[in-house]
């Protein structure tokens, strides 16, 4: 090893054990805030992919375990206020896989621990993200009821457990085993957690972060009425009986007995003969899960045969004999590798963060918008830093939050580029705007995202017209703007990559096709700012060709039921542009539609100015289904309730949404009254 390797490897060994000093220290300060404050400052996932960054490195260099690191305990400290009581059998937590490949890792493990593999099969159950209690039955009758606590030590919550009303006071069988220990999840049902969230917010008090912080509140308050108030639910899930019962030989028969006893057991669980079964258990709950009336974060897999799970026994912190699926977490962790920014369209200038890939919602992500400046001086996110990011809206990845304790000490804050990446010119941020611009026409970052958006699907939905193909349009100067893709040849395209004579001709009908879009799709396609698919059909139903649109006032367009004052400025401000209405006029001459077919006004339309909500899931209509349905009849339709709503179309499961429709007396409907609507108004 030459001095310069040997001086990298002193520093990647310094790097790595400022890592786990920084890991060690943040789990502690969550778990701490968690457990004893009931104060979480950490989403359970996040927690989750911390820890297992941390275990990983440990694993890798055993040298920097300490008896303090958090992997090397099963829970946290107690919270003082109630009596800690020793468990009669520990509380082990549960060893976590993350995919199906991870839970075959798991097989093969227990399986090498076995000299004669007997038959086996096993029981799946959803993980329901709670409370884990274990109570005790002293002939028949209920004693004692504690927390999890440290696994080994609870706290003593018994009072609290007797307003449960799922947990028995005395089991429901005759001449009842003296002892009956009995392990399950205590829980908040979606409704009642948004009922409570509802009062808190009345009351000015801090919110619960999501239903399993507001169990564990509720567990800890020290007047029993509260707990009773809450209405909180329990779901058993494991017994132990002394003297045994060796009739009760499987996890199947356990299920089974604790609804004798009178228990409440999760209807959900399924035998699966092999991990083939489980798969298709796993897949079949992962979106199911999101119309159950309460929270699940996985599936718990155990080993049916309770001589096997004797035999395999328990590590130090797990059951070798069960393991808990996580599905994939809505927020996850990851390292900032650079900040780049990206020019959309309309000019704006979106900065990025370029990350190590990370596994979210199912897709691996490297990337994840940061909106705008602002955003980024407000997360002073830089280079090196370790980040939360999720899904916004299930579909773009934002980042949510900087981890600034894990931040390395030689990073930078961000600075925002002053020219254009794509074409050098000076960037703009046009006063009371929080985005900054390229004002160049000609940037062809500009022209590549207007031709993509042209040919859009909602737009002239052209086939074939894709980014690599337009990309390759625009270096090779086949098109300078969208009225230039009209004037293409088969022959100029034909040698472009991956391209050929085929699919060159193909593209070129299908430009030609688009010629017959009606009238709102060519003005959406048109990538008027603020104007999308729905204002665009109103647009054009409203002024029935460019021209009338074109010679529109300010107050003619805020006149029209559905355009606001933003969306009227901007499209006033596009056609005052004289490029713009040049390229309206080449279009005109290559026979673009600029010309509506329709003949009835807005105003007389059915559901013209009626504002509508649509909640929970109907019997028949897609939610897009719907709103396309009330849009066509003039009708608009808002995400959120208020005094200003007309109608409240309610489905199965409508949630928060038809309690506040009920408090501020508004009119509620079904699917078929509003069909009737349609039809008969």
Known sequence: MTNSDAHKQVNLDRNIIDRVSQLKAKLQEASYAYYVLDNPIMEDTIYDQLYRELQ???????NLITPDSPTQRVGDKLDRQFNSVTHNIPLYSLENAFNFEELKNWENRWQRQIET????????????????????????VFTKGLTRGDGITGEDITHNLRTIHSIPLRLNIDNPPAIVEVRGEAFLPLQEFNRINQEREKNNENLFANPRNATAGTLRQLDPKIVSERKLQFFAYNVYISPENNLINTQKKALEFLQQLGFLVNPNYQFCQDLNQVKTYLDNWEMERKNLPYMTDGVVVKINQFTLQN?????QKFPRWAIAVKYPAE?????????????????????LAIMKPVSLGGTIVQRATLHNVDRVRELDIRVGDTVIIRKAGEIIPEVVEVIKDLRPNDTQPYQMPTHCPE????????ENEAVTRCVNTSCPAILRGSLIHWADRDAMDIRGLGEKVVISLIEYKLVKSIADLYKLKPFEIADLERMGEKSAQKLIMAIEDSKKQSFHRVLYGLGIRYVGAS????????FNNIDNLIKATKEELEGIYGIGEEIANSVVEWFSIPKNKELVEELKDLNINFQSNSTQHIKEKKLSNKVF?????????????????????????????????????????????LEKARKL????IDESQLLDLIKST
């Open 311 to 315: 035999d395999l026994g328990f590590t």
């Open 423 to 430: 074409c050098d010119s000076i960037l703009v941020r046009p």
């Open 665 to 668: 007396n508004l009119q509620i």
């Open 613 to 657: 909500v649509l909640t929970g899931t109907l019997p028949t209509l897609k939610r897009n289904d719907a709103k396309k349905l009330i849009e066509a009849e003039g009708g608009k339709v808002s995400s959120s309730v208020s005094t200003k709503i007309d109608y409240v179309v309610v489905g199965e499961d409508a949630g928060s949404k």
């Open 56 to 62: 990983d490195l440990e694993n890798k260099y055993p």
């Open 117 to 140: 593999i007997p038959e086996f099969n096993y029981i799946c159950e959803l993980k329901i993200d709670g409370s884990a209690i274990a109570l005790t039955y002293e002939n028949g």
């Open 535 to 542: 204002n665009a059909q109103l647009l054009a139903d409203n």
């Open 331 to 351: 927020e996850v962790t990851t390292t900032v590798e650079k900040i780049i920014v990206n020019v959309g369209r309309t000019g704006a200038v979106t900065p």
